[in-house]
């Protein structure tokens, strides 16, 4: 089993920045692919930018390319997604998630790939 706990959601202005974190926990040896989604309401989940755990390559979602960037801290077991540049098109619940199989470019959109998700956080774009 390997746990994910979101934070760093909240209420920004537009134009502002945001970082969120995601702890790692659990069976992390089992980890292929870490992946960012964000659902809002009365939409599907999206996919926004993924990232192997081991080898580093990232993918990113058009919609975000250039205004977000995935990163992780191995040694500290934990998976960063810093937006830029928000818009209140992107409140939603985001959330992280984990895949014991690597994914690659829009592959990585799906999420039944995703084996484990955590409980989401909370970012609201003010105008």
């Known amino acids: 089993q390997v746990q994910l706990v979101e934070s760093g959601g909240g209420l920004v202005q537009a134009g502002g920045s945001l970082r969120l974190s995601c702890a790692v926990s659990?069976?992390?040896?089992?980890?292929?692919?870490l992946g960012w989604f964000r659902q809002a309401p009365g939409k599907e989940r999206e996919f926004l930018a993924a990232?192997?755990?081991?080898?580093?390559?990232?993918y990113y979602a058009d919609s975000v390319k250039g205004r977000f960037t995935i990163s992780r801290d191995n040694a500290k077991n934990t998976m960063y997604l810093q937006m830029n540049s928000l818009t209140p098109e992107d409140t939603a619940v985001y959330y992280c998630a984990a895949a014991t199989r690597y994914c690659s470019g829009r592959g990585c959109n799906d999420p039944r790939i995703f084996d484990s998700w955590g409980q989401g956080t909370q970012v609201t774009v003010a105008s």
């Open positions: 659990g069976r992390t040896f089992s980890i292929s692919s």
């Open positions: 990232k192997h755990w081991i080898r580093g390559t990232t």
